[in-house]
């Protein structure tokens, strides 16, 4: 169903709950019944002149008319929730919680994008990131850039952050039009979710990819298990996200160049915070020069549990390369015949990334994994697996490197 039929139905749902016909809205307006006939069934759009009038008559914003529902909003002891939003979940090859996130946004508004194109023209495919504490903060593509802009501009919807006093009101507000709200921290610290309900006192519920590990049932909302976001009041409000609008993408491939442009950026970062967050080829040294330690130095290395963040961050690491693999496989053919056999060339060591770690990290150890903190030390010999997988994973990325600054080189 296209954006044009589903505006026309949002239009023939609006009238009809204003309790209008066809002919007296048309009458209203100044138009033809013709004409809001083919409004309402897809065949044309109103002309933007009329915008305001038929947003004034059917007592919305001219965003809920051009934005309509995909999920409908339900009434639920005085609050409002959005009906049937998916579950966030681990261990789908969806594993970057701002990418899953944003994905549930882009859904709401009928924008058909997949995970690896978000992953893809944002350049969140590209991103690594280490701290010396093995922090599990370094997996957050915002430490570095912000991943939203490029992807509004690839996909051609405008973002804004809700950062201002009345942020609850305009949530609410959201929420009632079939608009879940991204953020940060809604449940737990520095991980992405959304809030797409609220009740009637003043409580916000959502999901994130950590319910399953907080499953109190005192603390789920209506049949879709939207679980308390105990954690949005004192959440960043720099970081609360929603979608305001539609604009006009970018040429395809404008977004192609940006997204190696990004990669670019990203490989070659410096470090940030006073040397805190390194990225790139200097985060993979970071990873290995820790896993060769001996068994006391690599325990002393974070107070957070070291192997569990080591695999919070080689997951992640993961993700990442796959959805790059997916992105090039499929976007080269857009390019010039030259540059086209360059980016299936490293949408191949990106599969070699992945390959790698995987031998390490298997996909049935992975899925085990998100039910828990597996915390108990890695013994040397599993550590240096692990080494000698990122060393062969550094030099795939140094290639990777070296074709795309060519590639960008005869754009």
Same mark, same amino acid.
């Given at each position: 169903?296209?954006?044009?039929?589903?505006?026309?139905?949002?239009?023939?749902?609006?009238?009809?709950?204003?309790?209008?016909?066809?002919? &007296?809205?048309?009458?209203?307006?100044?138009?033809?019944?013709?004409?809001?006939?083919?409004?309402?069934?897809?065949?044309?759009?109103?002309?933007?002149?009329?915008?305001? #009038?038929?947003?004034?008559?059917?007592?919305?914003?001219?965003?809920?008319?051009?934005?309509?529902?995909?999920?409908?909003?339900?009434? @639920?002891?005085?609050?409002?929730?959005?009906?049937?939003?998916?579950?966030?979940?681990?261990?789908?090859?969806?594993?970057?919680?701002?990418?899953?996130?944003?994905?549930?946004?882009?859904? #709401?508004?009928?924008?058909?994008?997949? /995970?690896?194109?978000?992953?893809?023209?944002?350049?969140?495919?590209?991103?690594?990131?280490?701290?010396?504490?093995?922090?599990?903060?370094?997996?957050?593509?915002?430490?570095? /850039?912000?991943?939203?802009?490029?992807?509004?501009?690839?996909?051609?919807?405008?973002?804004?952050?809700?950062?201002?006093?009345?942020?609850?009101?305009?949530?609410?507000?959201?929420?009632?039009?079939?608009?879940?709200?991204?953020?940060?921290?809604?449940?737990?610290?520095?991980?992405?979710?959304?809030?797409?309900?609220?009740?009637?006192?003043? &409580?916000?519920?959502?999901?994130?990819?950590?319910? @399953?590990?907080?499953?109190?049932?005192?603390?789920?909302?209506?049949?879709? @298990?939207?679980?308390?976001?105990?954690?949005?009041?004192?959440?960043?409000?720099?970081?609360?996200?929603?979608?305001?609008? &539609?604009?006009?993408?970018?040429?395809?491939?404008?977004?192609?160049?940006?997204?190696?442009?990004?990669?670019?950026?990203?490989?070659?970062?410096?470090?940030?915070?006073?040397?805190?967050?390194?990225?790139?080829?200097?985060?993979?040294?970071?990873?290995?020069?820790?896993?060769?330690?001996?068994?006391?130095?690599?325990?002393?290395?974070?107070?957070?549990?070291?192997?569990?963040?080591?695999?919070?961050?080689?997951?992640?690491?993961?993700?990442?390369?796959?959805?790059?693999?997916?992105?090039?496989?499929?976007?080269?053919? /857009?390019?010039? #015949?030259?540059?086209?056999?360059?980016? &299936?060339?490293? #949408?191949?060591?990106?599969?070699?990334?992945?390959?790698?770690?995987?031998?390490?990290?298997?996909?049935?150890?992975?899925?085990?994994?998100?039910?828990? /903190?597996?915390?108990?030390?890695?013994?040397?010999?599993?550590?240096?697996?692990?080494?000698?997988?990122?060393?062969?994973?550094?030099?795939?990325?140094?290639?990777?490197?070296?074709?795309?600054?060519?590639?960008?080189? @005869?754009?």
């Amino acid at each position: 169903m296209n954006d044009t039929k589903k505006i026309g139905e949002r239009i023939a749902k609006l009238r009809k709950g204003r309790g209008l016909t066809g002919e &007296r809205f048309a009458e209203l307006l100044d138009v033809s019944p013709q004409a809001v006939s083919k409004w309402e069934t897809g065949k044309n759009l109103p002309e933007t002149i009329l915008l305001p #009038a038929i947003s004034k008559i059917l007592g919305v914003s001219i965003d809920s008319i051009l934005i309509p529902e995909t999920y409908p909003v339900k009434l @639920h002891q005085g609050g409002h929730y959005i009906d049937g939003l998916p579950l966030l979940q681990w261990g789908q090859s969806r594993d970057c919680t701002w990418a899953g996130s944003v994905k549930l946004l882009l859904d #709401a508004i009928g924008v058909n994008v997949t /995970y690896p194109e978000i992953m893809g023209f944002s350049g969140t495919c590209y991103y690594f990131a280490m701290t010396p504490n093995w922090c599990p903060s370094a997996a957050m593509p915002q430490i570095e /850039y912000n991943p939203n802009i490029p992807l509004e501009k690839a996909v051609g919807v405008e973002g804004v952050n809700l950062a201002s006093e009345d942020r609850d009101c305009k949530i609410r507000e959201a929420i009632s039009r079939g608009m879940p709200v991204m953020l940060i921290e809604p449940r737990v610290e520095m991980e992405w979710g959304v809030l797409c309900g609220y009740t009637g006192d003043g &409580r916000f519920y959502g999901r994130s990819y950590f319910d @399953h590990l907080k499953p109190d049932e005192k603390d789920i909302f209506t049949d879709n @298990h939207y679980f308390l976001a105990d954690k949005y009041p004192g959440a960043d409000p720099s970081l609360i996200y929603a979608l305001s609008g &539609r604009t006009a993408p970018l040429p395809l491939i404008e977004s192609l160049k940006a997204s190696l442009e990004t990669a670019r950026s990203l490989y070659t970062a410096k470090p940030r915070h006073n040397g805190h967050y390194l990225f790139g080829i200097d985060a993979y040294d970071i990873l290995i020069n820790g896993l060769r330690r001996d068994a006391a130095d690599f325990a002393a290395i974070t107070q957070y549990g070291t192997t569990g963040n080591g695999i919070i961050l080689l997951t992640r690491l993961i993700d990442a390369r796959r959805a790059a693999h997916s992105f090039w496989a499929e976007k080269s053919q /857009y390019l010039s #015949a030259i540059n086209a056999r360059k980016m &299936r060339d490293v #949408a191949e060591l990106y599969s070699g990334i992945v390959s790698a770690l995987g031998t390490v990290l298997p996909n049935e150890f992975i899925a085990s994994f998100q039910d828990g /903190y597996p915390f108990e030390a890695w013994p040397k010999e599993t550590r240096l697996r692990f080494a000698d997988a990122l060393t062969t994973c550094k030099q795939l990325e140094q290639q990777a490197l070296g074709i795309i600054t060519d590639v960008l080189k @005869h754009w």
